[in-house]
């Protein structure tokens, strides 16, 4: 059984992002890249599978800013291998299906039996990867993933419908799943064990296929821009006792206050 | 006369052979830990340890009470050990035996009865301190809660009994005309002139029954030593002597590159050494906030929790043998593609080896582990320098490393990796605070300032304490003193990093800032934040940092004493709290208060102060833990109301993290109205005659 | 090319969702200044074709052996509807099954996929679509000219009133081949628990989020909570952890409430949070960071520390 966790790097959200000169683009000079949130829940899970399971799991990711940073991490906290993809442009942002283009060879050469990837990502403006990847492949897939127990040869998957509701469904492997949260909170990697699987290396390089031009599905963007601020709330000023007073005013006003 | 040979040397070698045994056995359970390092370096300081500690006591005369009557019945005992040796000489050699050299001086005698008497008021006042401190009745307030009490009763008694027994032979032999001292063994004549009527006959059979008890006691109390806390008396010279110096707080102590105690086997041996020595006497449990505040942690439960499981454990790590533990455990934490985690708990030694159980959760709760400040009230308070940090931060780095701990905690580690603050703001908006300041403050990495200021993160992102940090800047601009920043090249200087056990993420910002110190220009470094004090001050020397580190406090005594700023009396009454990592791991008392005297402050001192200062609850990590409010009053609140006691209305702190704790503490005790927290550098900016001045610190 | 709009519709097998209505309503508006119709394809739930008078046209595909929800069927389904019905532009929610769909059909139609949709506006002949990216921080301006385009829209967009209209439009029976060879099977639905509190009923809601920092924190809202007689809600991160069930999530992946108020207290207000609460008729938000979005839907705002506010508040209001 080998899982392939997909996974890549973002914009860390934490900074104030600025747009390029050219606008449709963020400034990628200034940012710092972090591994996308969601990517680090679908490694979590395929590491609790790895567990119950003794699959392999392979983290996989584009070369990209600080990536090695993210699969080394990835190893420390226990995947068996990771693959980076070179010789893709990584100064500019890449939309999903560039992405799942250049994904989808190398997954179907890995014979992966199940393929785990974050839900989304903050900037995956034209679709989510599991569904783009999926649909290259041809392979069945779920997204808003919060539960996958491995059988046999399929996989029981439960997916999140909003509002509460929550659906299973067994899926035939290999499939692809776009993972919203992991079974548990995603584990820590102490950084001694970062450092100490950084020295001794170990991150497999492959060249990345080159997509094919793919004009049917790309989408055209003419502009970034900072919203404006619609209706702000009002600020209310002074000390935590100034500021109950208000607020309790205001309840009171409309009658929400009991008694 | 041969009878009492017979029944002497028997019960001589039944004890010696008993004891010796039991320490045999000891020595190699102990020196079955892994490697302690650097234990015998610095004679000089050691042997005037020895002095100070174990000869003066000086630790146990802390605490007046108890440690006037444990000094004299130690220094009774060395006397004693005369009477000893005459006891024996009495039973193997001939009456009237006298040691060679010293003879029958009639000193010795007097001081022979002298301490027997002094030592049985004392056993009487130990009496008085176990009944009115009782933990059948005060429970946790008691700092013998928890404590083998059993044993320490039969301690009592067995001194009581080398004392009446001692004094009954001797007395009985001033009437049999055996007695080799005159009327200066004072204690001895009165108790025979009682004696006396009953005949020389009975006398001389009281004589050789209480001589043979005695050396009897002294044998059974000799075993009974080595079987309980009372063996303090073999291992608390070796413990003080093999002790960090000049004391195990400041900078940690890091064994094995920080990979962290799993098991027994992984805790050093002086730590083992440090469980065996333990007196149960609870003077660290009396001085812990996290005890105090009803936290699952006692510094003294720890460590005899950590002794019974040494003792349970011998079998296995005798059979091991020793030095063969901790590398194995490196082995397991290389082994990164390995299912991590499933590894604590299995046998690490040969494979037929018993399972050598997790320290965590299997002998101590998490809880325990985490409850810590590492305030080291325990440490400065252990009258046998039992070094209790280390051993709970080694154990944490073995939870660490096995990814365990709280959500909140993993999440500032993340953070502090990822931003290099453990607010998870941006590192670019570290040096935001000084925008508003109206004048600039200089780029240390870009031009040679005086004093490098390192300012923290607390002081750097907490919306109330950059306020704090833009007055001190005020107040410093003011006095024209040169000083600069590193901006955003300064990351979390890593001492709760440390103290949680990541000490991965702790050398990594130790090297971070390294790089950036190496780049800039300065005399000497300093900082608000103690925390970051003591890290730079007594970690960072071993990465390479050799400028000297001040606390703001002593920047700002320095500059009153030279009139650079002037400022005129506030005639406030005020408290002053101690942080932990100020004044008990770097022993910095007298500037603050040097402070608080020039701004004409009437300083009235808090019961625990200075090196007994009490925590506020946020040290060692625990500021990002959360706290359980159904266990009672946070430290913090604590101290409050130890303040509101003295009557005054002003808390002075010298601390980020203790403004920010003790500001929430006045309002969650409802003391908001009467007690006002205010920093250091708030009373002087007030206190200064410039009206500027006057103005920022209004505001 | 048709000038035609096609709305996924979404339902639970009783009724259509508010985000089908809210996307009607948006096709409704863009379709009468081009001239196109407004068709709707439903898999399953054939029932419920009499609420969906906003639109000309119905599609219904059947044979979905009564599962609500399958990715691969309804993604067989609505490829069957797309290539029988060739619209100029589909529209779906960012829900689940928008990102189930979404994808996938645009590889299979072929069409270039927008997400994240807040904004729909027609220039000339272009569509002009406007996303929400990197959490809210940025929007995207896209320009939608080919033949064939997919936008899944954020909930809470459009108003769902506009879309809402009772009538009887033309049904359309498509018929799709190999749903019943899928390679997914659906094992059950689980329905929300309503044993808990029921926060999409309450007329005010304590909210919590990240900055409360630890299950014990809870504490100082739930008392506050008492004193409005108000249950607590949170945001993903609280239930995630949890701190508390997962029926008191509001958001996106929780329940959708639009209390009389709405206190939130250390939630920064993520897209997906603002989804579920940002019809409540009064929102007061506490957050420390003045930057946090939450602020910008609030009505009013506080920067105070939530640990010193709540209990002020509490204590004001028990009084």
């Not at chain 1, 970034?224 to 005013?249: N, Q």
């Not at chain 2, 998490?366 to 209790?388: K, L, N, R, S």
């Not at chain 2, 603050?421 to 000084?434: E, I, P």
């Not at chain 2, 130790?510 to 004090?533: C, K, W, Y």
């Amino acid at each position: 059984m080998r899982i392939l966790v997909l996974m890549r790097q973002l914009p860390d959200l934490v900074e104030e992002l600025e747009i390029s000169s050219e606008g449709t683009d963020i400034d990628r000079e200034l940012v710092k890249f972090v591994m996308n949130e969601f990517d680090d829940q679908a490694l979590e899970e395929a590491l609790l599978l790895k567990e119950s399971s003794g699959a392999e799991v392979v983290v996989v990711a584009l070369d990209e800013p600080d990536v090695d940073q993210a699969l080394y991490t990835a190893i420390a906290k226990g995947a068996d291998r990771a693959v980076k993809l070179t010789g893709v442009s990584n100064e500019r942002w890449m939309s999903t299906h560039e992405r799942a283009a250049i994904l989808a060879p190398y997954v179907e050469e890995s014979a992966a039996d199940l393929v785990l990837t974050g839900v989304q990502a903050a900037d995956d403006l034209d679709g989510q990867l599991a569904g783009v990847l999926a649909g290259l492949l041809g392979l069945p897939h779920a997204a808003v993933v919060v539960g996958v127990e491995l059988k046999d040869s399929t996989v029981l998957v439960t997916q999140e419908l909003g509002g509460g509701r929550s659906v299973d469904e067994e899926i035939d492997l290999p499939a692809v799943l776009g993972l919203q949260a992991a079974r548990q909170a995603p584990r820590y990697a102490p950084i001694s064990k970062i450092r100490q699987v950084t020295q001794a290396g170990g991150i497999e390089e492959v060249a990345a296929h080159t997509p094919p031009e793919a004009s049917a599905t790309a989408i055209s963007l003419r502009r970034l821009y900072v919203p404006e601020r619609s209706g702000h709330a009002e600020m209310l000023e002074g000390t935590p006792g100034e500021v109950a007073e208000r607020i309790a005013e205001i309840l009171r006003s409309r009658g929400l206050v009991k008694g | 006369m041969v009878l009492r040979i017979a029944i002497g040397g028997a019960v001589v070698l039944i004890g010696l052979a008993l004891g010796g045994a039991r320490l045999w056995w000891l020595a190699r359970l102990i020196r079955s830990g892994s490697p302690a390092p650097g234990r015998t370096k610095g004679a000089l300081r050691r042997s005037w340890a020895e002095l100070a500690e174990v000869l003066g006591q000086r630790k146990l005369l802390r605490r007046r009470q108890s440690g006037i009557p444990h000094a004299l019945t130690f220094w009774g005992f060395i006397i004693l050990l005369f009477t000893v040796i005459e006891a024996f000489g009495d039973v193997f050699s001939s009456k009237r035996f006298a040691i060679p050299g010293i003879g029958h001086s009639p000193v010795l005698g007097f001081l022979e009865d002298l301490f027997a008497v002094v030592v049985l008021l004392a056993v009487i006042s130990f009496v008085v301190i176990r009944l009115v401190d009782s933990p059948a009745r005060r429970e946790r307030r008691s700092r013998f809660y928890g404590s083998h009490t059993g044993a320490a009763w039969v301690t009592l008694t067995l001194i009581a009994l080398v004392m009446i027994t001692l004094l009954g032979y001797r007395a009985a032999q001033t009437n049999t005309g055996d007695f080799p001292y005159g009327s200066w063994a004072f204690a001895s004549h009165a108790i025979g002139g009682w004696l006396a009527p009953l005949g020389r006959g009975t006398n001389s059979v009281i004589e050789t029954t209480l001589l043979l008890c005695n050396v009897a006691v002294i044998m059974g109390f000799l075993v009974f030593v080595t079987y309980s806390k009372h063996l303090h008396i073999f291992l608390a010279p070796m413990n003080v002597g093999l002790s960090r110096r000049p004391r195990a707080l400041g900078a940690l102590e890091v064994t094995d590159g920080g990979s962290g105690a799993r098991t027994i086997e992984q805790l050093s041996w002086k730590h083992l050494l440090d469980f065996a020595t333990c007196t149960e006497c609870g003077r660290c449990q009396a001085a812990c906030p996290a005890w105090n505040t009803n936290k699952p942690l006692s510094p003294k439960l720890l460590v005899m929790g950590l002794r019974d499981h040494l003792f349970t454990s011998a079998p296995r790590l005798l059979a091991a043998g020793h030095g063969a533990s901790r590398g194995s455990a490196l082995t397991s934490s290389n082994g990164a593609s390995s299912a991590e985690g499933k590894v604590v708990g299995q046998s690490r030694g040969s494979s037929d080896a018993p399972a050598a159980p997790a320290l965590v959760p299997d002998v101590i709760s998490p809880d325990v582990i985490w409850a810590c400040t590492t305030c080291g009230a325990c440490v400065e308070q252990c009258p046998v320098d039992i070094e209790h940090v280390d051993t709970i931060v080694d154990i944490r780095r073995g939870l660490v490393n096995d990814g365990k701990m709280e959500a909140s905690v993993q999440q500032v580690l993340e953070n502090i990796a990822q931003q290099g603050n453990s607010f998870g703001k941006s590192g670019r908006m570290r040096a935001r605070w000084v925008r508003e300041l109206g004048f600039p403050v200089k780029d240390a990495r870009k031009e040679p300032v005086r004093y490098l200021w390192f300012v923290g993160d607390f002081a750097s992102f907490d919306e109330r304490i950059l306020e704090l940090s833009r007055t001190l800047a005020h107040v410093l601009h003011d006095a024209d003193v040169d000083f600069g920043l590193l901006y955003e090249g300064e990351r979390n200087a890593g001492n709760d990093v440390r103290r949680i056990g990541e000490e991965g993420l702790f050398e990594m910002l130790v090297e971070h800032n390294m790089s950036t110190l190496n780049g800039a220009q300065f005399e000497s470094i300093f900082t608000t934040d103690p925390h970051s004090l003591n890290t730079l001050r007594n970690e960072y020397p071993a990465y390479g940092l050799d400028k000297p580190v001040l606390h703001y406090s002593q920047l700002l005594q320095e500059l009153l004493e030279s009139t650079a700023i002037t400022v005129k009396p506030l005639g406030t009454r005020v408290t002053y709290h101690d942080p932990c990592y100020l004044a008990r791991h770097n022993r910095i008392t007298e500037a603050p208060r040097k402070v608080l005297h020039a701004l004409g402050c009437e300083l009235v001192e808090m019961p625990r102060h200075g090196l007994n200062t009490f925590c506020c609850g946020a040290g060692g990590g625990r500021i990002w833990m959360s706290d359980d409010p159904a266990l009672g009053e946070r430290p913090s609140e604590n101290r409050i109301r130890e303040a509101v006691a003295l009557g005054v209305d002003t808390f002075v702190v010298a601390c980020p993290k203790d403004f920010a704790m003790y500001s929430d503490a006045v309002k969650t005790t409802g003391h908001e109205p009467d007690l006002r927290v205010v920093d250091l550098v708030e009373l002087v900016a007030t206190a200064l005659e410039t009206a500027t001045l006057a103005a920022v610190s209004g505001s | 090319m048709s000038n035609d709009i096609l709305v996924l519709a979404e339902h639970d097998g009783q009724a259509v969702s508010d985000i089908t209505f809210e996307l009607l309503g948006a096709a409704r508006r863009l379709a009468s200044g081009s001239g196109g119709q407004v068709a709707v394809a439903l898999v399953g739930g054939a029932g419920l074709t009499g609420t969906l008078g906003a639109a000309s046209t119905v599609y219904v595909v059947d044979g979905t052996s009564g599962a609500i929800y399958s990715p691969e069927v309804f993604e067989k389904a609505f490829l069957g509807v797309l290539k029988e019905a060739d619209p100029r532009l589909v529209l779906t929610g960012t829900s689940t099954m928008g990102i189930d769909v979404a994808g996938a059909l645009s590889v299979a139609w072929p069409a270039p996929v927008v997400s994240y949709v807040v904004g729909l506006e027609a220039e000339g002949t272009e569509l002009v679509a406007t996303s929400q990216i990197y959490g809210g921080k940025l929007m995207a301006e896209v320009a939608i000219g080919g033949p064939h385009a997919i936008c899944a829209v954020i909930a809470g967009s459009f108003p769902a009133d506009a879309g809402r209209s009772d009538g009887t439009p033309e049904v359309r029976e498509v018929a799709v081949a190999g749903l019943d060879s899928a390679r997914t099977t659906p094992r059950g639905v689980h329905e929300p628990d309503t044993s808990g509190v029921d926060i999409a009923a309450a007329e005010v809601l304590v909210s919590v989020g990240r900055g409360i920092g630890g299950k014990e924190n809870l504490e100082v809202v739930q008392e506050l909570a008492d004193a409005l007689g108000a249950p607590l809600a949170a945001s993903r991160p609280i239930t995630d952890q949890g701190w508390l069930p997962k029926p008191q999530q509001v958001g996106k992946s929780g329940k959708k409430v639009k209390p009389r108020a709405y206190l939130a207290f250390g939630i920064s207000g993520a897209p997906e949070h603002l989804e579920g609460m940002r019809d409540a008729e009064l929102i007061i938000a506490c957050n420390t960071d003045p930057n946090a979005p939450i602020f910008d839907v609030a009505h009013y705002g506080t920067t105070a520390d939530l640990f010193d506010l709540a209990p002020e508040l509490a204590e004001k209001l028990g009084s």
